[in-house]
């Protein structure tokens, strides 16, 4: 066994320890409570070892209290025998007295070659460390042992006081020796005299045989101080008795040299600075180095790769094995279970539990219309009712060639049409059709169509959320709709053809004329002059320059009579055309015109309040022919006569009552019919037969009874602006032509609202026209267009009028968007005549 | 003076209700709502007046009738929804308790519910159910094509996969298919099944992109009701040609991809015999009865068990020799099988045996082959259970989709599969020649179109319909169309000499090309006067000698006839300003529709002309 400096090995001993929880970790991972039998070896371990063991065993009973049986407790057993047999081995180095094998005890493993290389200055700075260890271990072990043990606490506090004085440790130790209860606290302080008379009463420490250090005296009682202390004396520390212990005899250097030389081990011998004394190396301490410094561990018979001891398995048993007593609970039937259980069986008593029924053997399918169809069963149905029956969804529309996987070249799309397509939002109406024709020239080249799925979905949607109605799609032919008309010709004489144009005019032809001879034709213009015409030739007859726009030209309807009222400007004028008519004629109709001027003093009631004054034209007029000029404030835009001739209505261009005026050629006296008037008047005209006076504003055609002066209809023909008015020449039947294209046929026995409404005209109508003589009105457009209608009416009141389109008479130039402005029919032949825009009057036979 | 009267009491307001208004009546989620609209097939209407209908509001609504509403209340469904909704929520409960017996009981009691009533309410009689068969085949198998994934229910698919082979099989054993057609989208069929012409499209069998943009759930609602229509139309149409229903499916062949031919199609009364002597069999516990029956009875058994593997024996053997699979009526005679044989070969493949490699479309070809009476082989890797290999005499048209062919027996033709639809849709045998392996292919033209007075008529179709029934029956030719006629075989002796035949070939065709395209017109105008053909051609020949008598006259009249065309029209146009509003309307669209129409077959025709102008120029150059 090897001899070892002491305080080196405490050194070590104290690293060792250090060391040791980490070595160990796998034996104890749970805790230092556990580590706590390894801890009090060491602490006690600073001082003697012969009570070190005995310390070790109180500190194990300690734990053993504590319900630890501790691995270490064996590792330590083992170690002492370790130590045993090495003591039996260590004899041959026996030059040396003071060797104690009890030095090693416990440690045999942690010395290390570092016992050479420590010098004993060092040992010095070492002592803190080891207290601090020391203080450290015992903390440890006061957590470890913390409990309700009183005895423990106070081996704590020995612990204690081994901290607070080195020197009493052996002391404490051998009360510790005798027992834990024998142990009393005692301080000496700083009283070493005291101490020694305490320590003369003191049993003498017997080493017994089985003791470590039994045969041997202490080596070393100088404790862990340097060495150099000790240079000037001859002693090192003192015995028990107080002796000095004298330091061994030194060899000098010659000898030691020679020793050196002569001695085989001398290379495994090394000097113990403490005990001043060589130490001889053994073969298991040069091993320990070796290994030391191979960085091996030093123990030789270390495992380091040692089985795992599963303390705590970590297989679950399946029925874990307990040693605890079975319940007593265990062998009573349970009350709540019973209970449960009692429920259960009065439920399925009382049938409230019943078995689930087996599972239908039926077949999923099996005839379902059988019943309803053979057994005539009535089985409610989602039929609907008879007034909406249930609607069926629409079929989908069957595939064209255009879908075709290899479809004819020409349904393939071009380019262009492929471009758009794709330009096209998807699912958009824009798209004609869903997909784009391909050719794929043979089946396998087909690819999967990927909007499949998606296209069923539509159809899905389309099936549940688009709502269905029923659509009456008329599969009629368009050939069938159209009414079936009477062949035109069969409802000759018409006018279909130009005859005969009138040229002469600069101007616009607002208003044309024909006498009730039906030999001469008037016409006024814009370019100021009204032209007298031979209606068959063609032939100018006369001329009458007003300079201002003629808006309005008309023969008096009276036979008898040749005189023509024309509106020019701000006035009427009264013309009697001479040299186409007889002298008689003409007489009356001079005598008549001007019979007003000698009786104008008679009448002088509201003259004053009227607009009006019927003047003598100037001479030069007078030459001319014209007789009267009725001036008035505003622009005359119309003048209608009555059937007689003696009657003359004039419009100006102004709101309120005092536009319409009716004036007594024959008196020269004009009234007022209307206080007011709502709206602008469009045209007036007399009742061929009742004395009627038709005023058409924007919207309506009102008609008044002049002589009960009452409003007797209105007439609603539903456009928007009314442009003129005509009544049929039996008086039941009006027309009504409008600026928005539409012409109105009333029945004035029937409604008030047309009999029938034609739209034909591009633009607006101008004019519309009866003829007197024959079944026939014809109305003229702003389009350049006169069509002509056979209107008959018959007698028989049951029967209604017939309406028969005829012709589109076409001639008439198109002048600044203005056609056609004026027709007239003559008087006995079934001819028209028109005046458009372009300052033409043209004949129409 | 009367009570005065509620608002909204009556008239339109009563008659329509909003879908919100309904939903609060019934008492449902919007969900289940629509769900219940899907399976009764209540639709949204549209009234006269919405203002009316919604108490005076314009807001945009959908409206409902409400008696349809009404009878929605009484349904049973909506408690069964319910019911589902309680299920769920316990089932919920008990999973969130972790309570995991309870839920495998809440599951094993899940309501269910089925829609048989529903079937019968919407389709009153057979008929009905048939008329409205279309979006359910199209439904059913387009998911009997579906991938199975989690949108999709695997167990639908598998039911679709099945109703839709059941019903091809009606189609195959009933002969009742009339037109095919290969779309861009998919192969629509159509059959005539008890009078009413059901038309469905299946997709090409390509892997399914599932979008995204789709609510599978409207559409697994609408499938679920259909899976059940289809199912009693399958019975009812099984039944009613004396088959069994279900058919057995022979599961080694169906392992194996058989297709088609995994479903075993027998006759009910086989199918009866042999489930009565089951019975028998195992009603040996019934020891009584046992007891009762007599030692006749007991021999009689004997001998029924033997009677019935002959049975069964003779038609399995049958069905091999012959792949009808075993559409045959066990009690009756030889008679009955013979005759029935000598029906299918006056079927249009009748006396056919068809080939199909595996680059054709199986799935369809076997189909449409077999329901005109065609027997069909195929190739070992486009599935299992072909009853005749490649090299097998028997066979006498290889269908097949190569450019080339490699190996090429020299008893058989070799067509694309293009061949057999156009021969369907013809309703005859057509010349192999147009559809030899490895040529380009004569258009495909769709046989759901009828073509009305001024459609354009493409040349494929007319030669069609010339060759069907028109062959050697005219025979008098317009002078000018035997020039035309002259002249074209000019030009394609000016092509001749690559190689005789093809050269005479194409001669024949193009001549008749003109020639057909001139019978088809005439045919069609024969048709409109309602003559037959024959007499209007003799009409139209004496017509022609008249006129040609008059052709000089008829010259002259020709410019006053324009005049007189023109005042026509003016009167016309006048007499349609007579019209009312409304019916000038009318006339209006139907002209314009009539004039679109024309324009359209004009575009065609023009794109048409010059096509063949670019290809004859083209073969010139060459």
Redesign the interface.
């Known amino acids: 066994m090897a001899v070892k400096n002491k305080v080196a090995s405490k050194n070590k001993r104290s690293l060792a320890n250090r060391d040791e929880p980490a070595e160990k970790p796998d034996v104890f991972p749970t805790a230092q409570g556990i580590d706590v039998p390894s801890e009090p070896e060491q602490s006690s371990d600073e001082d003697d070892d012969v009570e070190e063991g005995d310390f070790d065993e109180i500190l194990k009973e300690m734990a053993e209290d504590q319900g630890f049986s501790s691995a270490d407790e064996e590792i330590e057993n083992e170690n002492e025998l370790d130590d045993d047999d090495s003591e039996g081995e260590d004899d041959n180095d026996g030059n040396d007295s003071e060797i104690h094998s009890s030095d090693i005890e416990g440690a045999s493993s942690e010395e290390g070659e570092e016992a050479d290389s420590e010098d004993i200055e060092s040992d010095n700075d070492d002592i803190s460390p080891l207290e601090r260890t020391n203080s450290r271990l015992t903390d440890g072990q006061e957590t470890a042992v913390d409990s309700d043990d009183a005895s423990e606490a106070e081996a704590k506090d020995e612990d204690e006081e081994d901290e607070e004085e080195g020197e009493d440790e052996d002391e404490a130790s051998k009360l510790a020796n005798e027992g834990m209860e024998k142990l009393t606290i005692r301080d000496f302080g700083s009283d070493l005299s005291g101490w020694k008379e305490y320590r003369k009463t003191l049993p003498q420490i017997d080493a017994g045989y089985a003791s470590d250090s039994s045969t041997e005296e202490p080596a070393n009682t100088i404790g862990s101080v340097p060495i150099e202390w000790y240079e000037d004396y001859s002693h090192i520390g003192y015995d028990l008795d107080g002796k000095r212990i004298m330091r061994p005899a030194t060899a000098d250097e010659l000898d030691k040299f020679l020793d050196n030389m002569d001695n085989p081990d001398v290379f495994r011998t090394a000097r113990d600075e403490i005990n001043q004394k060589d130490v001889k190396l053994s073969e298991e301490e040069i091993d320990i180095i070796r290994r030391i410094h191979g960085g091996d561990i030093p123990d030789a018979n270390y495992n380091p790769y040692e089985d795992t001891v599963e303390w705590f398995t970590s297989q679950t048993m399946v029925t874990p094995l307990s040693g605890a007593m079975p319940s007593k609970r265990g062998f009573i039937p349970s009350k709540w279970e019973h209970k449960r259980i009692m429920k259960i069986v009065r439920a399925i008593r009382q049938g409230r539990i019943t078995r ?1 029924k087996p599972k239908s053997t039926k ?7 059988e019943k ?2 053979q057994l005539g069963e009535k ?7 008879a007034r ?1 029956p249930r ?3 629409p ?2 529309a ?4 255009e ?9 393939l799309p071009t380019e262009k049409e492929k471009e758009q397509w794709e330009n096209q939002i998807q699912d958009s109406n824009y798209r004609k059709r869903s ?1 784009l ?2 050719d ?5 080249a ?5 909007r ?6 539509q ?3 389309d ?7 029923m659509k009456k799609t ?1 599969n ?3 050939e069938e ?3 079936r ?1 009477p062949d ?1 010709r069969d409802l000759r004489p018409f006018p279909s053809a130009e005859a005969l144009m009138y040229v002469g005019h600069t101007g616009r032809v607002r208003s044309i004329s024909v006498d009730p001879t039906g030999l001469w034709l008037l016409s006024g213009s814009d370019d100021g002059t009204v032209r007298m015409w031979e209606l068959v030739t063609g032939r100018c007859s006369g001329m009458w320059d007003l300079k201002e726009v003629v808006y309005m030209v008309s023969w008096n309807p009276n036979p008898d009579m040749c005189m023509f009222a024309a509106a020019v400007g701000g006035r009427v004028v009264l013309v009697t055309p001479t040299g186409i008519c007889d002298d008689q004629k003409q007489l009356v109709s001079e005598e008549f015109v001007r019979a007003g001027f000698t009786n104008t003093g008679n009448d002088d009631e509201d003259d004053g309040s009227l607009p009006v004054s019927w003047d003598m034209p100037t001479s030069a007029e007078q030459a001319s022919g014209i007789r009267v000029s009725v001036a008035m404030h505003k622009t005359v835009k119309s003048v209608a006569w009555h059937r007689r001739g003696d009657y003359m209505a004039s419009l100006t261009a102004e709101e309120g009552g005092s536009s319409v005026l009716i004036h007594q050629v024959g008196k020269h006296k004009s009234q007022r019919p209307f206080r007011k008037l709502k709206g602008a008047v469009q045209a007036i005209k007399f009742h061929p037969t009742r004395p009627w006076f038709l005023v058409t504003t924007q919207r309506y055609v009102r008609i008044y009874n002049l002589m009960q002066q009452m409003l007797i209809k209105t007439l609603q023909p539903g456009v928007k602006w009314i442009s003129s008015v005509d009544v049929h020449p039996q008086g039941d039947n009006v027309i009504v032509g409008s600026y928005d294209k539409k012409l109105s046929w009333f029945d004035l026995d029937l409604s008030v609202k047309p009999y ?1 409404s ?3 005209h591009k633009q607006a109508i101008r004019q519309v026209q009866f003829s007197r003589r024959f079944p026939l009105f014809a109305t003229v457009s702003d389009d350049g267009t006169i ?1 002509v209608y056979h209107g008959m009416v018959y007698q028989d009141l049951n029967q209604n009028p017939l ?1 028969v ?1 005829l012709k ?1 008479l076409r001639g008439h130039e198109i002048r600044n968007s203005l056609g056609v402005l004026d027709c007239v029919f003559h008087p006995i032949q079934p001819w028209l005549l028109s005046s458009g825009a372009d300052g033409t009057i043209r004949l129409w036979t | 003076m009367g009570k005065i009267k509620k608002k909204y009491t009556e008239g339109a307001s009563r008659t329509y209700i909003t879908r919100n208004r309904a939903i609060k009546r019934l008492q449902v989620s919007l969900a289940d709502f ?1 769900r219940l ?2 399976l ?7 009234p006269r007046s919405r203002k009316k209908a919604n108490r005076g509001s314009t807001k945009p609504t ?2 409902y ?1 409400s ?2 509403i009404q ?1 929605l209340l009484n349904e049973p469904l909506i408690a069964k929804f319910r019911e589902h909704k309680v299920f769920l929520r316990k089932l919920q409960h008990a999973l969130g308790k972790d309570d995991l017996t309870r839920a495998k009981t809440l599951e ?2 899940r309501p269910q519910y089925n829609l ?1 009533h529903l ?8 008929a009905d ?1 048939l ?2 068969l ?2 359910a085949l ?2 059913v198998f ?1 998911f009997s094509t579906m991938p199975v994934v989690r949108r999709v229910n695997k167990d639908s698919i598998e039911e679709c996969k099945r109703l839709a082979a059941e019903f091809m099989h009606y189609v195959i054993q009933s002969h009742s298919l009339r037109k095919v ?6 192969i ?1 069929y159509q059959a005539d099944i008890h009078g009413q012409s059901i ?1 469905w499209i299946v ?2 069998q ?6 995204r ?3 599978f759930k ?2 697994a609602t ?1 499938l679920q009701f259909y899976r059940t229509l289809l ?2 139309v ?3 149409l099984f ?1 009613s040609s004396n088959f069994a ?2 058919p057995k499916i022979d599961q080694a062949l169906e392992d194996n991809a058989a297709g088609l031919g995994s479903l075993k199609i027998e006759s009910s009364r086989l199918e009866d015999l042999i489930n009565s002597a089951k019975i028998i069999e195992s009603g040996d516990e019934s020891a009584a009865q046992a007891s009762e029956i007599s030692l006749d009875m007991k021999k009689q058994l004997n001998t029924l068990d033997k009677k019935i593997q002959s049975i069964v024996s003779t038609a399995n053997g049958s069905s091999t020799a012959a792949p009808e699979y075993g559409s045959i009526d066990a009690n009756e005679g030889d008679d009955a099988e013979s005759d029935e044989e000598t029906q299918i070969e006056n079927l249009l493949f009748g006396k056919q045996v068809f080939f199909l490699s595996r ?3 199986r799935y369809s070809l076997e189909f449409v082959i077999r329901a005109f009476g065609g027997r069909v082989g195929w190739d070992r890797s486009s599935g299992g259970g072909s009853p005749y290999t490649e090299n097998d005499n028997a066979i006498t048209i290889q269908i097949a ?2 450019p080339t062919q490699g190996h090429q027996f020299l008893d058989r033709k070799y067509v ?3 061949w057999v639809y156009d021969c369907i849709n013809a309703r005859r045998m057509l010349s192999i020649n147009d559809y030899l392996v490895g040529q ?2 004569p ?4 046989p ?2 009828e073509y009305a007075e001024g459609d354009y008529v ?3 179709a007319a030669n069609l319909a010339a060759a069907a029934g028109f062959e050697g029956e005219v025979t008098n030719l317009d002078p000018e169309d035997r020039d035309k006629s002259e002249s074209e075989n000019e030009d394609a002796e000016d092509v001749e000499g690559e190689s005789a035949d093809e050269g005479t070939d194409s001669d024949v065709s193009e001549d008749e090309d003109t020639k057909a395209e001139k019978q088809y017109q005439q045919q069609l105008l024969a048709e409109r006067s309602g003559m037959s053909f024959a007499e209007y051609q003799q009409q139209k020949q004496e017509d022609s000698k008249a006129k040609k008598s008059s052709a000089n006259q008829k010259n002259k009249n020709t410019r006053k006839r324009t005049k007189a065309e023109i005042e026509e029209e ?10 009312s509003k409304k ?1 000038r309307k ?2 209006n669209r ?2 314009a529709e ?1 004039q679109k129409r024309a324009k359209d077959a004009n575009a ?1 025709k023009a ?2 002309s010059q ?1 063949t102008t670019a290809n004859k120029s083209g073969k010139k150059a060459r």
Not at chain 2, 119 to 126: L, W
Not at chain 2, 181 to 186: P, T, V, Y
Not at chain 2, 206 to 211: E, G, M, N, V
Not at chain 2, 443 to 446: A, K
């Open positions: 689930s077949p999923k399918y099996y005839d379902v219309w309803a169809e089985i409610k149905t989602l039929e609907g009712s909406r609607l069926p969804a079929r989908a069957l595939p064209a060639h879908e075709s996987y290899h479809p004819p070249p020409e349904y997909f024709p391909q794929f020239g043979s089946l396998r087909v690819p999967g169509y990927d499949f799925i998606q296209e069923r979905f159809r899905c949607l099936l549940y959320l688009a709502p269905r109605m008329t009629l032919n368009a709709l159209i009414p008309l035109p029938k034609i739209r034909y069509q309406i389109p589109i | 629509r609209c899907i009764k097939g209540i639709y949204p209407v549209e959908t409206f009738y008696k349809d009878q094993s009691n048989d079937v019968i309410e919407r389709y009153p009689t057979f159910a008329r409205d279309d979006d199209c439904m387009l057609f290969l779309s861009i989208k998919g629509y038309t997709p090409y390509f892997s399914q992109k599932l979008p943009d789709v609510d409207v559409m609408f199912g009693f399958n019975y009812r039944t229903y279900p680059e054709v479309p989709d190569r694309q599969p293009q380009a292919l258009p495909h033209l769709s759901f179109v493409p040349k494929a003016e009167r016309q146009k006048i007499a349609i300003s007579m019209l019916k009318i006339v139907t002209q009539a065609l794109r048409s096509i």
